[in-house]
């Protein structure tokens, strides 16, 4: 996923492949081509945005998210500022805490993960909400990872043979920025790829709460 740039015209039919069929409806064409401009023909914004509102066919939706992006302070700055915009705006549009605590804890993880792993650590740290079953919360697990995925907040792993998963760099590289700049005493500071081999349960769950 490069931070490249479009013209004009190539950003909207990027926009509208990413959105699919909604693109077609009259009555929100106009705010479509709105966030579209927004997006200033990057590459990156424009995938995450499209994608985040495919399916959406109710006008509140699409005002919600012109007016989130005109609303976010640094969106003008500098392109570094606007692709993290727009990437902290696909994480706040997530539908819940849930979700969003699954996604922030795979950032524990440097590299690809094994789609199974991941959906049992979410499991057995709790994050994934109280099942009767297993197999109600693993299926649950993949609802929430097809979600990110859609988000474009995780991708598949293509070079493993098994189902794997893992984090786009840039989207990586966003949150713990942001993690290290919120000033929050909460906050973990994760560091990545140091060889460590065991998270103690408290810090994992510190860390996505």
Not at 178 to 194: K, M, N, P, R
Request: contains cysteine; charged residues 25%; aromatic residues 10%.
């Amino acid at each position: 996923m490069n931070v490249t740039t479009l013209k004009e015209d190539e950003s909207w039919q990027q926009f509208v492949k990413n959105t699919g069929d909604v693109a077609n409806l009259e009555y929100i064409q106009p705010l479509e081509k709105k966030i579209a401009r927004e997006c200033g023909g990057l590459t990156l914004a424009i995938t995450v945005i499209g994608s985040s509102m495919r399916g959406k066919t109710r006008v509140d939706l699409w005002k919600d998210a012109l007016d989130s992006l005109r609303r976010s302070e640094p969106y003008n700055k500098n392109v570094k500022d606007k692709v993290c915009s727009v990437i902290k705006w696909s994480y706040d549009s997530l539908e819940s805490r849930d979700i969003q605590s699954c996604f922030l804890y795979c950032l524990l993880y440097p590299v690809a993960i094994l789609l199974d792993d991941l959906i049992y650590f979410w499991w057995a740290e709790g994050i994934l909400g109280e099942h009767a079953t297993y197999k109600q919360a693993y299926n649950r697990g993949i609802k929430l990872v097809e979600s990110l995925k859609d988000a474009c907040l995780l991708e598949a792993d293509e070079m493993e043979i098994v189902d794997c998963v893992k984090m786009y760099d840039v989207v990586r590289d966003v949150f713990i920025w942001i993690a290290s700049t919120s000033g929050d005493e909460h906050t973990s500071i994760f560091q990545v790829g140091i060889g460590l081999t065991e998270i103690s349960q408290f810090k994992i769950s510190a860390s996505v709460n």
